[in-house]
């Protein structure tokens, strides 16, 4: 403001599930002078809370390497937290994990500050492509009261919205057999097949207010159950003695999924007006 100095603000960042304060003291100057503020690393010590938790920033949601690219494998990486199997066996493909020995299903997730826990089984009810992912953070112990309905952990994320300049990206990830090397059990390696394949754009529908983003994944995976010699051999006695079995080699595991997701944001500047007397 005119009148004033300048007040510069180094390595301040905002994330998820953080609370960030500046602190600016206006000195008066007899120039106009402007506020800037500069993203930068994160603070090594919260003094807003005591939760005990793990941010997850943007770069490593981008760089860190997940088999199978399920957001929710990024809560592994917090201490204490590992992968449990699910009360539905449909959904042992997506990750669900438990918290210090807890089961999985005691934990609150949350998308956008909206519910996305499934109270049934555990784990996020809707999935979404990594891709669309922005902000991760887990918190293990302590965490606030507006994350609760849940003992176990909260996990808060944050999607991908545009900006003011489109931008988008396409990808496609692909593993077999060939590439794999054998299990020390098995005589031969097991079949598999796995594509994943994608993209995402975003932009502006009205500069500085009005933004859309959609991403959208495709999954295939083609995978087998090897069946152990001497159990297929067995079968094969009984099929020979006049059973109704048909022995199979191999039983196919496969497994089709679809992830998308959108969103339109709007920005309205707040405006505040004073009167003098």
Same mark, same amino acid.
């Given at each position: ?126 999935? *979404? ?84 983003? *959609? ?63």
């Amino acid at each position: 403001m005119k009148g004033f100095a300048t007040a510069v603000f180094e390595n301040v960042e905002l994330a998820v599930s953080q609370s960030t304060n500046i602190d600016a003291a206006l000195s008066p100057s007899q120039q106009a002078e402007v506020v800037t503020v500069e993203s930068g690393g994160a603070a090594l010590l919260d003094v807003q809370k005591t939760d005990v938790s793990l941010p997850i920033t943007p770069d490593q949601v981008q760089e860190l390497p997940l088999n199978g690219r399920d957001f929710a494998n990024l809560a592994y990486l917090a201490p204490g937290a590992k992968p449990v199997d699910s009360y539905d066996p449909t959904k042992n493909r997506i990750a669900i994990f438990g918290i210090n020995g807890s089961s999985g299903r005691n934990v609150n997730v949350t998308v956008n500050g909206i519910d996305n826990k499934d109270n049934t089984v555990g784990g996020p009810v809707m999935q *979404f492509p990594l891709e669309a992912i922005e902000e991760f953070n887990i918190s293990t112990q302590r965490f606030s009261a507006a994350n609760g309905r849940s003992e176990g952990a909260a996990v808060n994320v944050i999607t991908k919205t545009g900006t003011n300049l489109f931008h988008g990206a396409l990808y496609f990830f692909d593993r077999n057999e060939a590439l794999n090397t054998k299990n020390a059990l098995e005589d031969t390696k097991s079949p598999f097949s796995r594509q994943q394949f994608g993209g995402s754009v975003g932009g502006p529908i009205k500069k500085d207010k009005d933004f859309i983003f *959609f991403a959208l994944e495709r999954g295939r995976e083609q995978t087998s159950i090897t069946e152990q010699p001497t159990a297929l051999a067995e079968l094969n006695i009984l099929k020979a003695a006049g059973f109704k079995v048909e022995p199979s080699a191999s039983i196919p595991t496969p497994y089709f999924d679809w992830r998308y997701s959108s969103a339109a944001t709007s920005f309205t500047p707040r405006r505040t007006f004073a009167r003098r007397r």
